[in-house]
């Protein structure tokens, strides 16, 4: 079967879903335990990595559980519009869920990814500083790590430098031996397909329209396909004893359905290029500048990816709509100007515009600061988890937010 390309130039692709995906809503469900049960113990909005996670979890524990996705396939946000890397957990302040479910989601990813043949590779990254002042932050940066249990940091000169990367220019760099890289599509796929096999049921082309909740449930509306199908569309319900969000961008819209109007996500678009093949041997591994200082992104990196590609970016900038990828993207020039002090031999020429990706930010533009994540019951709404603002590093903490999330689901439906 041909390969379907999914976005411009990126060397992830997606094949066509299941003939059964394209079946009408109502034949699904039909088809579905609803079929036999009168509610489901749990319905879990939105299939991305941290969806598909949690659905893995919560349905080794419990049977009745509803991964429900309005794409026709899982994981199409910003799952496998990202950077892929496995993150050590050296930026995030110390305490923060961040650094808590990072460090630990690290350890967890690549266990999984070990156990069920994701592929993966942990070639760890160098995090590059140019000068004394740089080189003070790369040690700030270190402490902070070492506070959230990272292990193995540690400073190295410019000629150690050039061993692993000839071609990048630094006066010192933080090494960092626990960072990796993972195909993040196969980690979705992998984690929807133990889902379905321990009983779960996936239901891709659904979207939750409406949220009503009452006594001992929440209504869940459904309808066929995403925001761009027709909106008189047959709709169904799922009564849950339990509703976990998971939305990302739009984990606010459902918070919102639920009645609670008290978050609001950003979106912030993260553009990159891509390095034409004949320069692909510029780069070995992950090589970061500092991050930004208002915590708005970790700066433009290059990141050689699984397929031997290297990726330069992402960007970083505030955006009105949660579906605009494409619109006004950066020229190539501005990629150059961001990675030359890391590798002076980058010119226009070699690269090429590539994928973007939408981070689902919780601070405000003019800001600054980091948000941790939110991952809590809702006090008002006692049978719903609201994940929010689940940026990055939530590929790497995937599984952690998930054993997370069975503690407080266990609390709901004890
Ligand atoms: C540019 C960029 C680079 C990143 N790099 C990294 C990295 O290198 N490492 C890392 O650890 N993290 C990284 N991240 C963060 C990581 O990608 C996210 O934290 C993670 O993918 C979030 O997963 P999610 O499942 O919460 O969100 P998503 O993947 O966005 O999934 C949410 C899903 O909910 C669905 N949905 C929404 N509303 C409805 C509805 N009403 N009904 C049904 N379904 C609905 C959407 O269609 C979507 O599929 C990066 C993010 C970006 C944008």
Not at 222 to 241: C, H, K, M, V, Y
Not at 340 to 354: G, N, T, V
Not at 373 to 386: C, E, H, K, L
Request: charged share 20%.
């Amino acid at each position: 079967m041909a390969e379907e390309v999914f976005y411009h130039l990126s060397p992830n692709t997606y094949y066509p879903p299941p003939a059964s995906y394209c079946l009408p809503l109502a034949t699904r469900l039909k088809s579905s335990i609803l079929s036999t049960v009168d509610r489901a113990n749990i319905v879990i909005v939105g299939g991305g990595v941290v969806g598909c996670a949690v659905a893995r979890a919560v349905s080794q524990r419990w049977s009745d559980v509803f991964l429900v996705e309005q794409m026709p396939k899982f994981g199409m946000g910003a799952s496998t519009r990202n950077s892929g890397v496995i993150h050590s957990g050296i930026y995030y302040p110390p305490g923060s869920l961040k650094a808590q479910l990072c460090v630990a989601g690290n350890r967890m990813l690549r266990e999984f990814c070990a156990a069920h043949n994701v592929p993966h590779r942990n070639c760890g990254k160098l995090v590059v500083a140019h000068g004394g002042q740089q080189e003070a932050a790369l040690e700030q940066l270190a402490a902070n790590g070492r506070a959230n249990g990272v292990e193995g940091l540690r400073l190295i000169d410019r000629d150690t430098i050039h061993v692993r990367e000839p071609h990048i220019e630094a006066t010192a760099a933080l090494e960092v031996p626990s960072t990796g890289i993972i195909s993040a599509e196969d980690l979705v796929k992998t984690l929807a397909r133990i889902a379905a096999d321990q009983g779960a049921s996936l239901l891709p082309r659904a979207r939750v329209v409406r949220l009503d909740p009452r006594a001992d449930s929440i209504a869940v509306t459904l309808a066929e396909g995403d925001s761009n199908d027709p909106p008189d569309a047959t709709q169904e319900t799922i009564e849950a004893r339990c509703v976990i969000n998971c939305a990302g961008l739009y984990a606010d819209e459902i918070a919102a359905m639920l009645g609670n109007g008290s978050y609001r996500i950003y979106p912030v678009r993260g553009e990159y290029c891509e390095l034409v093949r004949a320069k692909s041997y510029l780069v070995n591994n992950l090589v970061y500048p500092l991050p930004h200082t208002d915590g708005l992104s970790l700066g433009v990196h290059l990141t050689r990816t699984l397929w031997g590609t290297v990726l330069v970016g992402p960007t970083a900038d505030y955006i009105s709509g949660k579906n605009d990828y494409e619109r006004n993207r950066l020229p190539v020039e501005e990629f150059v100007r961001r990675a030359k002090p890391m590798l002076p031999e980058i010119e226009a020429a070699d690269l090429q515009l590539a994928y973007s990706g939408i981070r689902a930010k919780l601070v405000p533009p003019g800001h600054g600061g980091v948000a941790d994540f939110v991952i809590t019951s809702d006090a008002a709404v006692p049978r719903a988890i609201q994940l929010i603002g689940i940026e990055s590093p939530g590929l790497t903490s995937c599984l952690a937010i998930a054993e997370r999330v069975v503690s407080l689901a266990a609390e709901i439906l004890q």
